[in-house]
């Protein structure tokens, strides 16, 4: 049984609060919030101070995706499928990068 979509008129097989996936993504957010990553950089050798440890830029690469991950506050509708990095590197005093976050609502 197709059900209707209160916002744009679409029948679905699911909605999700009322709405079909498309109206409840533009209206619902999957990130709801991120935490602050609280690290350092040493001016003189750059390694990155986080949680009282000192990392190369390389070895902090690896494990930003998992501390990512535990920053984000994601929407109880959505599932966080993946977290990859990319353009990475130190601009000056301050660490710099892309990040592509993908996610899918639960059904």
């Known amino acids: 049984m197709l059900k209707l ?4 008129g679409n029948k679905e097989k699911s909605l999700f609060e ?3 996936e498309e109206c409840f993504r533009k209206k619902s957010e999957p ?3 991120f935490k ?3 690290l350092k950089i040493c ?9 009282n440890q000192l990392y190369t830029l390389e070895e902090f690469y ?13 929407n109880k509708n959505y599932i966080l499928k993946s977290i990859s990095i990319e353009n ?12 592509n976050i993908d996610f899918q609502l639960k059904i």
């Open 36 to 38: 602050p990553l609280n």
């Open 43 to 51: 001016n003189m050798c750059k390694k990155i101070h986080y949680k």
């Open 31 to 33: 990130v709801e919030d």
């Open 18 to 20: 009322g709405m079909c």
């Open 62 to 74: 690896t494990i930003l995706p998992k501390i990512l991950k535990e920053r984000l506050v994601i």
């Open 88 to 99: 990475y590197g130190l601009d000056k005093e301050d660490l710099i990068f892309d990040t």
């Open 5 to 8: 979509c209160y916002v744009c």
